[in-house]
């Protein structure tokens, strides 16, 4: 069965400080895994993918697959970082979401 | 220009008195989907329409239905909602072709 697992509820970091937010799955298949955010008073929304292998607003994500983790980084966290983090493995043609993680950053 | 727009965005209804929530896009995407999300939890996928064609989670109460009369708009009726039934309710639109979905703002359904 599939399942995502994002362990920390809640974390809180200095601006420019390192942020990462963990992400670990289980799927028995090939993963597509995403990470979307939700801003304070708006939709959820696509933030990164791993296939793309891209870097989107300073945030990054490496699929791990010895450690099934596809935890999100960034050097240096900044204020508008703030935000609901969702960490979604695509499977059986459905989008799994772990329970996310509220990061904030404390200027 | 919202894509996926969700109505209304806040809804309370009576125990037992059934409730329709509505999505409509304005994509053109073929693909629909309707989650729950409680307080503190994942979404939770309901079912999905590919098209015409409706997809149930094994797990989705038979209490929740759902019906897509075109490509734009789709509804989700509770016919008797339980307490256990106050959540978000998040649609969201996939081109078929893509991998991203767009998520509507959601509604926060209350029973009382």
């Known amino acids: 069965a599939q399942r995502v697992t994002q362990p920390e509820k809640l974390l809180s970091v200095f601006k420019g400080a390192p942020v990462e937010l963990k992400c670990n799955y289980s799927?028995?298949?090939?993963?597509?895994l995403f990470w979307y955010v939700q801003y304070s008073r708006q939709r959820l929304q696509l933030l990164l993918r791993?296939?793309s292998r891209e870097s989107i607003k300073g945030f990054t994500a490496d699929l791990n697959k010895g450690e099934t983790s596809f935890h999100l980084k960034k050097p240096f966290a900044q204020e508008e970082d703030s935000a609901m983090y969702y960490c979604?493995?695509?499977?059986?043609?459905?989008?799994?979401f772990g329970t996310g993680t509220r990061l904030t950053v404390i200027p | 220009d919202a894509m996926v727009i969700q109505n209304p965005r806040y809804q309370v209804t009576q125990f037992g008195k059934p409730v329709t929530l509505s999505c409509s896009q304005t994509?053109?995407?073929?693909?629909m989907y309707w989650y729950q999300q409680k307080s503190s939890q994942a979404p939770k996928l309901l079912f999905h329409?590919?098209?015409?064609?409706?997809?149930n989670e094994a797990d989705t109460p038979d209490n929740f239905q759902s019906r897509r009369p075109n490509t734009s708009f789709c509804f989700l009726d509770i016919r008797s909602p339980g307490l256990g039934d106050a959540a978000m309710y998040l649609c969201?639109?996939?081109?078929?072709?893509?991998?991203?979905?767009?998520f509507g703002p959601g509604t926060r359904l209350t029973v009382t």
């Open positions: 979604a493995l695509e499977g059986a043609n459905n989008l799994f």
């Open positions: 799927y028995s298949g090939s993963p597509e």
């Open positions: 791993h296939i």
């Open positions: 994509l053109n995407h073929n693909v």
């Open positions: 329409y590919y098209d015409k064609d409706f997809n």
């Open positions: 969201a639109t996939q081109a078929g072709t893509s991998y991203e979905q767009y």
